[in-house]
């Protein structure tokens, strides 16, 4: 990821009280005016390296947001951290972001220390990508947690954090990562009403997981109950591997009604659709 535009928020990576209750998420703090003190995360994505991590599929991460005010704009934006993505090569673990050390997570406190005006948390996670390809800044340690700088979101008016968003309703990102499914895995579909599929990239597991993987994908399409009108739901094995790189850095994403994340597909996305 690199600078997410969310309408009117990630609308995120989703309306706030009704997936605050589904998806877990914990509750960010958020001051409404800005600090006097310059916050200290505002030239952490200054040197990114541009880096490729392989032996995604289904490691579990978090990624933390600490939200300020951009001086020059004036506009709400968060810096995120993800606990997967810091080093080049095969990831090492499959658990980026142990229970015990997320449960242990003072939101308050690093809206403190960081001075900045909100802090909050997207996931726990599992990537389903095989591989990425992104930036990669400065790494923080958040309780035991290391995460690097992987983006700046651009919140829109919102100050409510990454648990306020509409299912279903496209937003965009500026990036310039790449991601990959090889041959031989199995992605997660949406086909919507306009002939467009959405593969999901990060698969929602909260503080208090409902359900396993396993049982997400043996339910199908039974288990959504706000999938929009002409929406389809399925699971496929890649006959050839799936490579997204959005055309102009410019890169459309969306969540569904279980906090879940989707990438569109197809032209100007990725080399195919699935």
């Known amino acids: 990821m690199s600078a997410m535009k969310i309408v009117p928020l990630m609308a995120a990576f989703l309306t706030a009280a009704v997936l605050a209750s589904c998806t877990q998420q914990t509750p960010p703090v958020v001051s409404q005016q800005p600090t006097s003190a310059e916050p200290k995360v505002l030239s952490d994505g200054v040197g990114a390296k541009y880096i490729r991590i392989e032996n995604m599929h289904r490691a579990r991460f978090i990624e933390i947001f600490l939200a300020y ?14 606990t997967a993505l810091m080093t ?65 979101l651009d919140m829109g008016d919102n100050a409510g954090g990454v648990s306020e968003s509409t299912p279903y309703k496209p937003m965009t990102i500026a990036r310039k990562s790449g991601l990959g499914y090889n041959k031989g895995t199995t992605v997660l579909l949406l086909d919507d009403a306009e002939g467009n599929t ?77």
């Open 69 to 82: 005010r951009d001086a020059k704009t004036g506009k709400l934006v968060a810096a995120c951290y993800n």
């Open 88 to 152: 080049s090569g095969k990831l090492a673990t499959k658990d980026t972001a142990p229970q015990k050390l997320v449960e242990g997570l003072d939101f308050a406190k690093m809206k403190q220390d960081y001075r900045v005006l909100g802090a909050s948390l997207n996931g726990p996670k599992l990537w389903l990508p095989d591989w990425t390809e992104i930036d990669s800044g400065v790494v923080r340690d958040f309780n035991g947690l290391k995460a690097a700088w992987v983006a700046t």
């Open 198 to 274: 959405w593969v999901m990239k990060g698969f929602q597991q909260g503080l208090k997981p409902q359900y396993t993987y396993e049982e997400f994908v043996a339910a199908g399409q039974n288990q959504f109950k706000k999938l929009p009108a002409g929406w389809k739901f399925r699971v496929k094995t890649l006959e050839k591997d799936l490579i997204e790189k959005p055309e102009g850095g410019v890169a459309t994403i969306m969540p569904d009604e279980f906090f879940n994340v989707y990438d569109k597909t197809g032209p100007g996305m990725s080399n195919y659709k699935p």
